[in-house]
T-cell receptor, first 113, second 114 residues
Framework: KAGVTQTPRYLIKTRGQQVTLSCSPI?????VSWYQQTPGQGLQFLFE???????NKGNFPGRFSGRQFSNSRSEMNVSTLELGDSALYLC????????????FGPGTRLTVL | KQEVTQIPAALSVPEGENLVLNCSFT??????LQWFRQDPGKGLTSLLL?????REQTSGRLNASLDKSSGRSTLYIAASQPGDSATYLC?????????????FGPGTRLSVLP
């Protein structure tokens, strides 16, 4: 069974732009969670989607948004990029809710110049 | 607000040693606690999940324990190998206003020397 895939793997943007990251969960998994990882703040929870509904959200500004499609694939969008948004963005899927074992993708490395 | 800490921040041991990584959390009202490993530049790999009603979980050379009353979990690695070199993170899963929420510790960077 294929693992969690994330595209693109690397991305370079400039301040003020917006970006969309994509995550395809393991087949059959219905929960997708997103995380931001930076050297200073570590791993921080962004949001979780289950059956196309956002069921939980971390403490991030409204510039960070996401959605989930009927096939469980998920996208996250960051608008008006700031230098501090440079990070590794990780997506994880789980069979049911995020309290189950999570399986992580390789991440998207976003650099904001 | 849940806070998760991990001690030590980094650890270097010779191959074959048994070692213990520590994780502490401030809010004992957790659903479960999970341990992950992260290799450089890669995503996380789930190692063990301990439900709040459980005391420990084992997988091969790994054993994780949970003591909710003291807010502590430990990951024991037996007979360490160079391939165990990675960053180990613990995460507490807690309820919040919207549902469950993951709070990760900063990680312990482990180096196992041949």
């Amino acid at each position: 069974k294929a693992g969690v895939t994330q595209t693109p793997r690397y991305l370079i943007k400039t301040r003020g732009q917006q970006v969309t990251l994509s995550c395809s969960p393991i087949s059959g998994h219905r929960s997708v969670s997103w995380y931001q990882q930076t050297p200073g703040q570590g791993l921080q929870f962004l949001f979780e989607y289950f059956s196309e509904t956002q069921r939980n959200k971390g403490n991030f500004p409204g510039r960070f948004s996401g959605r989930q499609f009927s096939n469980s694939r998920s996208e996250m969008n960051v608008s008006t990029l700031e230098l501090g948004d440079s990070a590794l963005y990780l997506c994880a899927s789980s069979l049911k809710v995020s309290t189950d074992t999570q399986y992580f993708g390789p991440g998207t490395r976003l650099t904001v110049l | 607000k849940q806070e998760v800490t991990q001690i030590p921040a980094a650890l270097s041991v010779p191959e074959g040693e048994n070692l213990v990584l520590n994780c502490s959390f401030t809010d004992s009202a957790i659903y479960n606690l999970q341990w992950f490993r992260q290799d450089p530049g890669k995503g996380l790999t789930s190692l063990l999940l301990i439900q709040s009603s459980q005391r420990e979980q084992t997988s091969g050379r790994l054993n994780a324990s949970l003591d909710k009353s003291s807010g502590r979990s430990t990951l024991y690695i037996a007979a360490s190998q160079p391939g165990d070199s990675a960053t180990y993170l613990c995460a507490s899963v807690i309820p919040d206003n919207y549902g469950q929420n993951f709070v990760f510790g900063p990680g312990t960077r482990l180096s196992v020397l041949p």
